[in-house]
């Protein structure tokens, strides 16, 4: 009884916060992961920020792919989804975190976090579309974390 009350609890919080309706809010609940594996990828986030920053620059790029992901994620959250940048703008900001820029650029872009076109830089708005191995290959707080970012759930 108590796990569904708590359940019902969160789609009605959902519900108020975003304006939809049951069905639709009680759906998105059931994507997410349970709230203890929210937590326990929360806790993995910010030890592997904790270890690869300092005073908020990046030591060196990982070279395992979860950890840079959870890195790129570190270095996506300090800009507004659907922000544009020209190229010029992008390297200054990302200056402030590595020196090598263009690497990071271009991992952001390969990823999805960014899309390039014509010398511009923009933020996404969607999650990128994932395969069930990079999902496997991903850290979970990809996909706890990023939607509510692209949404504008998360404040910093």
């Known amino acids: 009884m108590t796990k569904a009350s708590d359940f019902k609890g ?19 609940v059931l994507a ?5 594996r929210q937590r326990l ?13 300092d005073n908020g620059r990046l030591r060196s790029i990982p070279a395992r792919r979860k950890v840079r992901v959870a890195v790129l994620l570190e270095i996506l959250s300090r800009f507004t989804p659907g922000e ?13 975190v590595h020196p090598d820029v263009a690497h ?23 999650p990128p579309a994932r395969t069930p191995a990079q999902r496997r290959e ?13 949404a504008q759930e998360v404040t910093r």
């Open 10 to 28: 969160r789609v009605r919080a959902r519900m108020r916060v975003t304006g939809e309706p049951y069905t639709t809010a009680r759906a998105a």
């Open 32 to 36: 997410e992961p349970p709230p203890d």
């Open 41 to 53: 990828a929360q806790r993995e986030q910010e030890r592997i920020v904790a270890r690869w920053f």
């Open 84 to 96: 544009i940048l020209t190229e010029p703008e992008l390297g200054v900001r990302l200056s402030q």
């Open 104 to 126: 990071l650029r271009r991992e952001l872009v390969g990823y999805g976090y960014f899309s390039r076109r014509d010398g511009q830089y923009r933020v996404s708005t969607e």
């Open 138 to 150: 991903l850290p979970a707080w990809e996909r706890i974390w990023l939607p509510r970012f692209l």
